[in-house]
């Protein structure tokens, strides 16, 4: 089971490298064939795991939504790793991997999604709010809850992955068709009930109000706070399900090293946001909120009950977390370093004859004493 997770893990760190350190890759494959221990062999695994995301996070980490992109990909294939290693259904592993490419599909379809919500205002808001307000009156029921719509067969829930996107439209634009937005979603979410979801939502509003605590935004805030106590009161009794539920926990009685990949897997999830906070400061209120959503999602997962995003079954979360990241800046970050950032690179610029110069004659200097590296 050991030597199937680092396999796994190994093929993994070779797809999320960037295109010319592939060779590395293949590399990282033929050594892991032969380390004989099975424990030797996952801990190498992670660690090819670890290097193969350092080079992929410095070489997206100007572009926010690439940077999200791939922390998805690394996530959810940290989950379909455990999960394979744990025994679970091969449907399990399909529907999350068809999440995962369905997703980022969607991702590349709607990349003006911006511009079309520019387009419709907060009506598109409006309408997907009432989606999740359909849900919580006409979905599928189970155990008190009401939170499920039926698709082919394979349940999804709508707040899941509606939600990150509308707290993050709401960020954007601040409309009073958004605020509507907001509120039919907080009640629908009471109704549902959904703790999860409705304390994300809080989450999200709260980080929105300590950044900018105008009116609208405090309604917001006090809705999403009002949806979500009303959850607290009313029980929730859904019991844990294998591979969604509780896997922060049981990945660790799988193996120490899982429990840890587990780990490492929800923590991508929060990246983006902390990359972008730190090098984007014309939008730290968007990014902000991004990293605040997805948080509360993360610790309900491990207080109740709830679908772990990503590293769990569940196509609903793959969806949303692919889905929200369109609400993030489409711009590379270095372009977004205000006018005092602006100002230094243009400074630079003007530099860059001499710089290059001086370069040029630093390497000649250098040649003699130059040796490649054997790898």
């Known amino acids: 089971m050991r030597r199937r997770l680092a396999e796994t893990i190994v093929r993994l760190a070779a797809i999320i490298l960037p295109a010319r350190l592939r060779g ?7 050594e892991l064939a032969a380390i004989e221990r099975p424990g030797a062999a996952l801990a190498f695994a992670l660690g090819c795991l670890a290097g193969a995301l350092r080079q992929t996070l410095s070489f997206h980490l100007r572009h926010p939504r690439r940077l999200a ?8 294939g940290l989950g379909l790793a455990y999960m394979n290693a744990a025994g679970a259904p091969l449907s399990y592993l399909a529907i999350n991997a068809a999440a995962l490419a369905i997703g980022l599909l ?7 999604a911006g511009r079309l919500w520019r387009i419709g205002g907060g009506a598109l808001g409006v309408a997907l709010a009432c989606l999740i307000l359909l849900t919580s009156l006409f979905g599928v029921s189970a155990d008190g809850a009401t939170r499920w719509i039926s698709a082919g ?9 509606l939600v990150p996107i509308l707290a993050l439209g709401f960020a954007r634009a601040r409309d009073p068709a958004s605020l509507l937005a907001i509120l039919i979603a907080a009640l629908a979410l009471a109704l549902q009930p959904d703790r999860a979801m409705a304390g994300a939502l809080a989450a999200g509003m709260a980080a929105l109000a300590l950044a900018r ?25 859904s019991p844990a399900t294998p591979f969604v539920d509780q896997i922060f926990y049981s990945s660790f009685l799988l193996h120490p090293l899982a429990g840890v990949a587990i780990l490492a897997g929800a923590a991508l999830m929060l990246v983006p946001a902390i990359a972008g906070y730190m090098r984007d400061p014309d939008h730290r209120t968007v990014h902000a909120m991004f990293g605040a959503v997805w948080l509360a999602v993360i610790l309900a997962a491990a ?3 709830y679908p772990t995003p990503l590293v769990g079954y569940g196509g609903s979360a793959i969806l949303g977390y692919l889905i929200s990241l369109l609400g993030l800046p489409p711009r ?7 006018r005092d950032g602006a100002a230094a690179q243009s400074e630079s610029e ?12 630093q390497a000649k200097a250098a040649a003699p004493h130059f040796r490649p590296s054997a790898g």
Request: charged share 15%.
């Open 24 to 30: 590395w890759g293949r590399a990282m494959a033929g």
């Open 69 to 76: 992109a791939s922390c998805a990909i690394g996530a959810t």
């Open 106 to 112: 969607a991702v590349g379809v709607l990349t003006e």
């Open 153 to 161: 067969g394979i349940l999804l829930q709508p707040g899941l992955f």
């Open 213 to 237: 605590p105008d009116r609208d935004v405090l309604v917001a805030l006090g809705a999403a706070l009002a949806g979500f106590a009303a959850t607290l009161v009313r029980t929730d009794a």
């Open 303 to 305: 207080l109740g009950n």
């Open 332 to 338: 590379p970050l270095a372009r977004s370093i205000g």
């Open 350 to 361: 003007e530099q860059q004859p001499n710089l290059r110069a001086g370069r040029i004659r």
